[in-house]
């Protein structure tokens, strides 16, 4: 589920996640792609809190797709949490590129 065409997501830092729309469906349309970035998430959160590296995501919001790198500090039914309490609806993210 990673990708590699980023050319047309925008970079975006953590601070302007609370300033963002989100979808209100899916963006993965499959079962198996949802399990799959389930999966990636948990990798993710624990690469983040025992290697203490950071990965980068790529979701979409109502208006563009963004990209973020960065560490993953929890994942729950709905939600990816990220250092102060910012969070991304799990719906919203395309793909996690690990380092």
Same mark, same amino acid.
């Given at each position: 589920?990673?990708?590699?065409?980023?050319?047309?997501?925008?970079?975006?830092?953590?601070?302007?996640?609370?300033?963002?729309?989100?979808?209100?469906?899916?963006?993965? /349309? =499959?079962? *198996?792609?949802?399990?799959?970035?389930?999966? @990636?998430?948990?990798?993710?959160?624990? !690469?983040?809190? %025992? +290697?203490?590296?950071?990965?980068?995501?790529?979701?979409?919001?109502?208006?563009?797709?963004?990209?973020?790198?960065?560490?993953?500090?929890? /994942? =729950?039914? *709905?939600?990816?949490?990220?250092?102060?309490? @910012?969070?991304?609806?799990?719906?919203? !993210?395309?793909? %996690? +590129?690990?380092?």
């Amino acid at each position: 589920m990673t990708t590699k065409n980023y050319s047309k997501c925008k970079s975006i830092d953590r601070n302007s996640i609370p300033q963002l729309e989100f979808l209100s469906k899916d963006v993965l /349309v =499959t079962v *198996d792609s949802r399990k799959s970035r389930q999966n @990636q998430l948990q990798d993710a959160t624990f !690469i983040g809190n %025992i +290697e203490e590296k950071k990965v980068t995501l790529e979701f979409l919001g109502k208006s563009a797709c963004h990209l973020i790198h960065t560490t993953i500090w929890a /994942v =729950t039914n *709905d939600w990816v949490v990220l250092k102060e309490k @910012q969070k991304i609806p799990i719906k919203s !993210i395309r793909a %996690i +590129e690990f380092p």
